[in-house]
């Protein structure tokens, strides 16, 4: 890999509810403004070798909409955190409160990840990425992992609570951009704190 283009799926059924899901096996679609947006994102892009999403649909067909014909690559690592006991719930409706309140190695109630354990994988999926043969990468995610990324690039690690992505918006990050995000991620996971 010699560039990754980073962004986030274009607008979902529940981002208009404000809901979250971390859940791959619930379906999610885009919405006619969300479907727009991901060719936008395409056009606005170009020409990539490879289309990188997660295990959810909306990131699935946000990558086929942007790039029609070019290799898909599903990373299940770099799916959605499991927001546990909120699956379903509004953001503000128990898990800010959480998420804002716990340590990164508290586990989210009701069989969700800490996020430790999130960040731990997204690393495991963007050295995935780093491996590939493919020169220029493209990679439909969610917020968290985007942000979680941008930040490492700047030389910042996780934040408790994430300044939101905007939906479908491409950043680019070079290779020796995204070597020193995985130092950062990875040393942030061996000692983790807010």
């Known amino acids: 890999m010699r560039e990754l283009v980073v962004a986030r799926h274009g607008e979902s059924e529940l981002n208009v509810e404000n809901v979250l899901n971390g859940d791959p096996a619930v379906p999610v679609q885009l919405t006619a403004r969300g479907e727009e947006q991901a060719r936008a994102l395409g056009a606005a892009v170009g020409p990539v070798e490879l289309v990188a999403h997660t295990s959810f649909e909306r990131t699935r067909r946000t990558a086929g909409l942007a790039w029609p014909g070019i290799p898909l690559l599903e990373v299940p690592e770099l799916g959605e955190i499991r927001f546990g006991r909120w699956e379903a719930t509004r953001w503000s409706e128990g898990y800010e409160h959480w998420?804002?309140?716990?340590?990164?190695?508290?586990?989210?109630?009701?069989?969700?990840?800490?996020?430790?354990?999130?960040?731990?994988?997204?690393?495991?999926?963007?050295?995935?990425?780093?491996?590939?043969?493919?020169?220029?990468?493209?990679?439909?995610?969610?917020?968290?992992?985007?942000?979680?990324?941008?930040?490492?690039?700047?030389?910042?690690?996780?934040?408790?609570?994430?300044?939101?992505?905007?939906?479908?918006?491409?950043?680019?990050?070079?290779?020796?951009?995204?070597?020193?995000?995985?130092?950062?991620?990875?040393?942030?996971?061996?000692?983790?704190?807010?």
């Open 99 to 194: 998420a804002g309140s716990s340590g990164p190695e508290d586990p989210c109630p009701g069989g969700g990840e800490s996020r430790v354990e999130a960040v731990r994988r997204y690393v495991r999926g963007f050295r995935l990425l780093r491996e590939r043969p493919e020169g220029r990468i493209a990679l439909v995610a969610h917020g968290a992992q985007v942000r979680s990324l941008l930040l490492a690039v700047s030389g910042s690690p996780p934040v408790r609570i994430l300044e939101h992505v905007p939906l479908a918006e491409p950043f680019r990050v070079d290779r020796a951009e995204l070597d020193r995000a995985l130092l950062v991620l990875g040393a942030w996971v061996e000692s983790p704190s807010f």
